[in-house]
């Protein structure tokens, strides 16, 4: 005979139960099934064997973690080692996760099962928890699962600031959009101002510069010398602007009204301003990438890196990733219609676009990308785990890839990998501790401020009482002045009555 208890978390704790023999489970599958929605029905096989709530909402958060991550809590284990039954060859344990089970299994030699009939006992248990559990309503047990959901959500999303990977995503796909709009844009500009002045095309290649030409010359015909230090300006050189005032003197071009030429110069300088804040925004990109994977950007690039990031779906995954997958990132298509017609799959996807490829020989470019794609899992790997991120690896790294592009060309032996990476851990270190001295400096700046500020607020509030106190007594002493004149007002006023009566009874004598 085999005792199978079955393991529930839920949100308010740790429930423990314990089920008929597993022959008997086993062979009633079905109606236990069936049993699943009369509560009657389903206590004659499920009983209560244990309850562990959990002591505060921080607790339940940290053993909710602990099993989305298949680790044993300390929780749970007391539970398990005070009511599993001693002869553990003989109790097994039905759980839902995996992970968890091979935990169990691991650290307490529980046995333990997953799926079958366990499953449906684990239906039944979710639909009458508040049920089997005495003190325990269904609205307590909803308000507790919603408050875990709420806070174990709000865990997983709250990273760092400063290396959040979701705004290297969007400013990459933006940035790509961008080009595909200015490209467009001002091919548009080209075609447009082509009917007026088709020889600026020939002399002027860069679509940013002739969107800038065309807004400043307008109608080519008020074109003049004075304007030609302007020129030089914008196209950044004397040549070039002497042949578009020549250009514009014998030009096949016709002519343009006016109000076509504010159509055409108003658009120009909306690809003109998309231009500069595609600029802006690449600075911004390069600025979140040194925050986020230096080594990463420091190695092949903030762009392809930032590409790198974005088809991984974030760096955690990408620092997931194997060497042969991050190789091929990118090139799935390729790989999947090689893989379809038993050809040759593809030696590189993404990281064809960073410059130690397109500077090695056609025979070693496969030889490189794998090399490569090596160093940029270390890279990635070092960014998303370290606490402090430093270019320092990623420096060091592009130095190994330098020395084997030369070590297959001139044939010098590269170092070896450790001595690369004691030098970089040494070197890393020192960084790392002066940014935690700087660090230090300002959290102790920051306290005395906040400091100060409590000492103002204290020196304030006791200044009130005092202020207070001196008002009263200022009050105080007014009170009595005022009621000896109110004294002094009604004596008056008796001997004035008293003088008015003695005054009217000497004239009743008269």
């Known amino acids: 005979?085999?005792?199978?208890?079955?393991?529930?978390?839920?949100?308010?704790?740790?429930?423990?139960?314990?089920?008929?023999?597993?022959?008997?489970?086993?062979?009633?599958?079905?109606?236990?099934?069936?049993?699943?929605?009369?509560?009657?029905?389903?206590?004659?096989?499920?009983?209560?064997?244990?309850?562990?709530?959990?002591?505060?909402?921080?607790?339940?958060?940290?053993?909710?973690?602990?099993?989305?991550?298949?680790?044993?809590?300390?929780?749970?284990?007391?539970?398990?080692?005070?009511?599993?039954?001693?002869?553990?060859?003989?109790?097994?344990?039905?759980?839902?996760?995996?992970?968890?089970?091979?935990?169990?299994?691991?650290?307490?030699?529980?046995?333990?099962?997953?799926?079958?009939?366990?499953?449906?006992?684990?239906?039944?248990?979710?639909?009458?928890?508040h049920s089997l559990v005495k003190g325990l309503t269904a609205q307590s047990a909803s308000k507790a699962q919603l408050g875990l959901g709420h806070s174990y959500s709000r865990a997983k999303v709250k990273f760092n600031v400063n290396r959040v990977d979701n705004m290297i995503i969007q400013s990459i796909s933006l940035l790509d959009q961008l080009d595909k709009d200015i490209n467009t844009f001002s091919m548009?500009?080209?075609?447009?101002?082509?009917?007026?002045?088709?020889?600026?095309?020939?002399?002027?290649?860069?679509?940013?510069?002739?969107?800038?030409?065309?807004?400043?010359?307008?109608?080519?015909?008020?074109?003049?010398?004075?304007?030609?230090?302007?020129?030089?300006?914008?196209?950044?050189?004397?040549?070039?602007?002497?042949?578009?005032?020549?250009?514009?003197?014998?030009?096949?071009?016709?002519?343009?009204?006016?109000?076509?030429?504010?159509?055409?110069?108003?658009?120009?300088?909306?690809?003109?301003?998309?231009?500069?804040?595609?600029?802006?925004?690449?600075e911004y990109l390069r600025s979140k990438m040194s925050q986020v994977a230096p080594s990463l950007s420091?190695?092949?690039?903030?762009?392809?890196?930032?590409?790198?990031?974005s088809h991984a779906g974030s760096l955690t995954n990408l620092a997931k990733y194997p060497a042969s997958t991050v190789q091929i990132l990118g090139a799935e298509k390729a790989l999947f219609r090689a893989l379809k017609t038993r050809g040759n799959t593809p030696k590189y996807g993404l990281i064809f676009h960073s410059t130690f490829i397109g500077r090695a020989a056609m025979k070693n470019k496969g030889r490189i990308s794998r090399y490569l794609a090596n160093k940029c899992t270390i890279a990635s790997r070092i960014d998303c785990f370290s606490e402090i991120p430093t270019s320092v690896f990623g420096d060091k790294l592009r130095e190994q890839v330098e020395e084997?592009?030369?070590?297959?060309?001139t044939g010098e032996v590269p170092r070896k990998n450790l001595d690369v990476m004691k030098e970089a851990q040494q070197e890393a270190t020192e960084v790392v501790s002066e940014v935690k001295r700087k660090l230090e400096k300002k959290e102790k700046k920051r306290k005395k401020r906040e400091k100060r500020q409590l000492e103002a607020l204290a020196a304030e509030e006791a200044e009130e009482p005092s202020q207070k106190k001196t008002k009263e007594n200022g009050e105080e002493d007014e009170e009595p002045k005022k009621k000896k004149k109110k004294r002094h007002s009604e004596a008056e006023v008796s001997e004035n009555g008293m003088e008015e009566e003695t005054s009217s009874k000497k004239k009743k004598k008269k």
């Open 188 to 282: 548009r500009v080209r075609e447009w101002y082509g009917y007026h002045f088709p020889e600026l095309i020939k002399i002027v290649s860069d679509n940013y510069t002739y969107c800038r030409m065309a807004k400043f010359i307008g109608n080519r015909k008020e074109l003049s010398e004075e304007k030609l230090e302007e020129m030089e300006e914008i196209v950044m050189d004397s040549a070039k602007a002497q042949a578009v005032l020549d250009a514009s003197r014998s030009s096949m071009g016709m002519d343009i009204s006016p109000i076509d030429l504010i159509n055409i110069e108003s658009f120009s300088s909306r690809v003109i301003s998309l231009s500069e804040y595609r600029k802006e925004l690449q």
């Open 1 to 129: 005979m085999v005792l199978l208890h079955v393991l529930f978390e839920h949100a308010a704790g740790y429930a423990l139960f314990a089920v008929k023999e597993v022959e008997e489970v086993g062979l009633l599958i079905p109606q236990v099934e069936e049993t699943l929605l009369n509560v009657g029905k389903f206590n004659n096989i499920v009983k209560l064997a244990a309850f562990s709530p959990f002591k505060s909402a921080q607790s339940a958060l940290e053993n909710v973690n602990a099993i989305s991550e298949g680790v044993l809590h300390e929780d749970l284990k007391l539970l398990l080692e005070t009511h599993m039954p001693a002869k553990k060859k003989k109790a097994l344990l039905g759980v839902a996760d995996a992970k968890i089970g091979a935990a169990i299994q691991e650290e307490l030699k529980i046995p333990c099962q997953t799926g079958g009939a366990v499953v449906e006992i684990l239906r039944g248990i979710r639909l009458h928890f």
């Open 298 to 309: 420091a190695l092949i690039g903030e762009v392809v890196g930032a590409r790198l990031i």
């Open 404 to 409: 084997r592009l030369a070590f297959y060309e």
